[in-house]
């Protein structure tokens, strides 16, 4: 697979503050990349270096061939962006804005009006940007970034702001472009949304890349504790079933349920016991860590390593 | 072609935003109204109607146009900036000397629009009342709108130097406002105050020469009230247009040279800085 984005040992240093420090990754062609971190992490800092409206202090990055920081844009006509709290001129209908945006990409008119009906503004389209929600600013947004179908995508908190039938269609969207062969960067804060969705995430904290990797990947790191939920018949309150090995953290929650963290090497082992104890259990849900565990995990792992 | 698609909706939004047509009534409404009150002095009967028209016309011109100018184009940089509409636009196929350029083009389309169709109108309406207008007369209103408009050329490149500098609107207006008093204003009176004390003792022709060509609004000055002769007799100028050695092609040299030079720092700084 071809890669669209190299960042290699990139600093970016605001006065004494360092926004982002020796950060090095590569984009390939089709990977819908989710960029996770606090705010002020360094992921918006990341992007607008991508972009070239900053310049690193050092290190180099490369855009669909192009150098950002020397002012080469060539590449840009297949880049796709959405910032952070989008705005627009509020004077400008929504199809006049979008025009405007087509014209600058060299794409027709009639085929960048058409993402105004797939973001659901088809209706608002002749009204003025200024009258607009927040919510019909940032489906806005999404139809500029959008345009001209572009190889790598950079959407700097996307989902705010959209309401719950939009979110869906937009994974729906991006995750299209993304199997089309689209790069796709997001940052969000939305980590349960992206769990089932991005193939690959990249922690920030503090400006420092700590983790990087597919979801599967991040948990054979971390070597995070699965959740075993069971659900056990004719449990006496505050007894645990006989079966389970000594020593296994384990809690009751609710009624008859029982969680057990199980360590990844002895997953196997106890849903076998579990099983074999005969009818006690009525019911079973394995939860593996998620995102949000995942990213607490590595954040507290930068924290004991500085 | 970027710089003309920036252009093109830079006109667009000062359509909608009605600045094109505030700009256009001010100017229309002041040229009438100077047009029609003005001719007092010197009767309605006279033939040099046009030329007493271009004298106050032109005064008037060198307090509202760099107005104008520097209120359309204070915040083109640092206003974008702040509303985040910047953000966006730098991040498509476009060099930041193309959005300077294109905003450029816009702005100085609305203020020649502006200015054309505003005087245009005053000289019209004189025409209409059954004045007589030589040729020289013509000439010399049709140069009075065409250096106008470079005049405004001049600060709007300006207004955005110092856009491109500060860092918020607030500033940019205010060091807009300073900087029009300054030129407009209070640099005639200081040149004055030295020239009548140092009663030409010191100060040679050409060191005052040099002194106007300092200021873009005294070289709009000279060029209108002595460029012509017509004119300059009713300016009360003609004493300054024999001492001067500067001829009306330098001194639309001198506007240009005002013009582009901010511009080119303007697209210097801004292709500096960071967002």
């Not at chain 1, 007894?239 to 384990?250: D, I, N, Q, R, V």
């Not at chain 2, 001067?244 to 801004?270: D, K, N």
């Amino acid at each position: 697979m071809t890669s669209t984005v190299h960042v290699t040992d990139v600093a970016k240093d605001y006065g004494g503050l360092k926004a982002v420090c020796g950060v090095s990754f590569e984009l390939r062609q089709g990977e819908l990349v989710a960029l996770i971190g606090h705010n002020g992490a360094g992921k918006t800092t990341l992007m607008k270096l991508m972009l070239g409206l900053i310049r690193p202090t050092s290190g180099s990055i490369e855009v669909l061939g192009d150098n950002p920081a020397a002012g080469q844009f060539a590449g840009r006509r297949q880049l796709g962006y959405l910032p952070e709290n989008v705005s627009f001129d509020a004077a400008l209908t929504g199809r006049e804005t979008l025009a405007f945006y087509a014209r600058l990409k060299r794409e027709t008119v009639a085929s960048a009006l058409k993402l105004l009906d797939a973001v659901g503004l088809g209706d608002a389209s002749r009204r003025r940007v200024g009258t607009y929600s927040k919510g019909m600013r940032q489906r806005l947004g999404l139809a500029q970034a959008l345009i001209g179908h572009p190889r790598v995508l950079l959407l700097d908190e996307p989902t705010t702001g959209l309401d719950p039938e939009l979110r869906q269609t937009f994974y729906e969207i991006i995750q299209r472009l993304a199997a089309e062969g689209t790069t796709v960067l997001l940052s969000s804060h939305a980590l349960t949304e992206l769990e089932e969705r991005a193939g690959r995430v990249i922690i920030m904290n503090r400006g420092v890349k700590v983790a990087d990797g597919s979801i599967e990947g991040l948990r054979n790191i971390a070597r995070l504790p699965t959740k075993i939920r069971l659900k056990i018949a004719g449990l006496g309150p505050g007894e645990l079933p006989s079966w389970l090995p000594t020593g296994a953290p384990c809690r009751r929650l609710d009624g008859h349920l029982v969680e057990i963290e199980a360590e990844p090497d002895q997953k196997i082992e106890l849903l076998h016991s579990a099983t074999a104890s005969g009818r006690a259990v009525e019911d079973l849900d394995v939860l593996p860590p998620t995102l949000d565990e995942l990213y607490a995990h590595f954040l507290r792992q930068a924290e004991r390593t500085p | 072609m970027n710089a003309l698609i920036i252009a093109r909706k830079e006109i667009h939004q000062a359509v909608r935003n009605r600045w094109v047509l505030a700009s256009t009534l001010l100017l229309a409404g002041l040229a009438l109204s100077l047009t029609f009150l003005g001719s007092a002095p010197t009767g309605t009967v006279s033939v040099r109607a046009l030329d007493v028209v271009i004298v106050s016309l032109s005064s008037l011109t060198i307090f509202l146009i760099p107005l104008i100018a520097l209120l359309i184009s204070h915040d083109a940089i640092v206003g974008d900036m702040e509303r985040g509409t910047m953000l966006l636009l730098l991040s498509y196929p476009v060099a930041r000397w193309q959005v300077l350029l294109g905003k450029f083009i816009g702005h100085l389309a609305v203020l020649a629009f502006a200015t054309c169709l505003g005087y245009g109108i005053a000289a019209a309406a004189l025409v209409a009342t059954g004045s007589r207008i030589g040729l020289d007369s013509l000439v010399a209103f049709a140069a009075m709108i065409g250096s106008s408009v470079l005049l405004g050329a001049v600060f709007v490149a300006i207004g955005y130097l110092v856009s491109s500098l500060v860092r918020d609107r607030g500033t940019a207006a205010g060091i807009c406002i300073g900087l029009w008093l300054f030129l407009v204003l209070i640099y005639d009176m200081a040149l004055l105050g030295v020239l009548a004390v140092d009663q030409g003792r010191s100060i040679s022709a050409a060191a005052v020469d040099a002194m106007l060509l300092l200021n873009p609004a005294d070289v709009y000055r000279l060029f209108n009230l002595t460029g012509f002769a017509n004119v300059s007799s009713f300016a009360g100028m003609a004493g300054l247009a024999q001492s001067t050695t500067l001829s009306a092609q330098m001194l639309l040299i001198a506007l240009l040279v005002w013009t582009l030079v901010p511009l080119g720092l303007a697209a210097t700084a801004f292709s500096r800085r960071e967002l």
